[in-house]
C-alpha cells in the first residue's frame, strides 16, 4: 500500500476522531474507515501523530473537560459523562494524573482567577467594556492545513500559511475576493503547545473540483452564532486580546458559549499592510 494511501486513510480516521472523540473507541468503525485492521492502522497513526489513538481520544476528552470547567456551568459529574468517562471516580483520577489537580479544584482555581480579575475590573471606575456584536455565519466551506504547535510561533505559523497559499494558488482557487481564515480548536491554557490545534483556511466560493492531496483537507462550516469582536494590531499581540476578552467574559458578554472552535478572519491581510493597521476579526461561538 502506497503512503499516499495511507496518508488519505489516516485524514479520514482523524476527520472522525476529532468530532466522535467523546465516544467509546468503535473498532468496527475504525476499520471501515480506514480499510485496515486496528492494530495496523494505529501503527500508522501513531507513526505520524506520535500517539496511539486511543492516547489521542484520551488527551481530546481530559482537554475538553478542563474547557468544561473553565468556562461552563456543568455540574462535574455531568461533564466527565459528557467527555466518554462513565464514573465520576474515574474521570477524576484520570484529569488529576493529567493535570496535577482534581476537577473540583481546577475548577475553583478558574473561578477564583476570573473573580480576581473581574474584581479588579471593577474598581476601574474608567474601564470600556470590550465591544462586541452578535452576527450568525452562514454554511460554508474552506479548504485547510492544520498547523500544530505553539500559537506564539509566528514565523512557523507563518510558513504553514504560505504553503497553503501556494496550494490554493496551485489549484486555482484564489482571486481578488478570496477570503483567508484560521479556526481555533485548541485552548493554549489547557493544551500543551505541541498539541495545539490551528488550521489554516481559504474559504471556497464553490464545492472543490479537486480532493485535496497531502495534509490538505475540506470542511464545512454549519451555520453558528458568534460574538464578533475586533482586534487592531500586529497579530503576535493578540493573545493578550483574548486573555482579556475571556476574563471579563461574565461582565462584558454574559452569553453562554458553544462548544465549537473560534473563527478569525483577515480583511486587511496583505504583506504590505503595516503590523499596527492589521485587522483580525474573532468569532467567538455562542449559543
Known sequence: MNNTTQLERYKKLLSYL?????????????????????????????AIHQETIGKYVKRLRLEKAAQYLRYSQLEITDIGFEV????????????KKKYGLSPSLYRADSESLRETFEHKALQDVNRQKIPFELTVLPDFEYLFIEYRGDYEDIEAIEEVGNQLYAYALKN????????????????????????????LAFLLESPATFVPDGHYRIKKHTHQKYAKFMYRGAHQDVVAFYEQIYALWMLDVGLEMQ???TLEFYPSYDERTPPEELITEIYIPVM
Open 18 to 46: 476529532d468530532v466522535h472523540f467523546k465516544e467509546d473507541v468503535n473498532i468496527e468503525k475504525i476499520e471501515d474507515i480506514s480499510h485496515y485492521s486496528y492494530r495496523n492502522i494505529n501503527r500508522i497513526f501513531q
Open 84 to 95: 466518554g468517562f462513565e464514573d465520576r471516580a474515574a474521570f477524576s483520577k484520570a484529569f
Open 259 to 261: 462548544d465549537l472552535p
Open 172 to 199: 486555482n482557487i484564489l482571486n481578488d475576493r478570496s477570503i483567508f481564515m484560521t479556526e481555533i480548536v485548541d485552548d493554549s491554557g489547557i493544551s500543551e503547545n505541541i498539541h495545539l490545534r490551528y488550521n
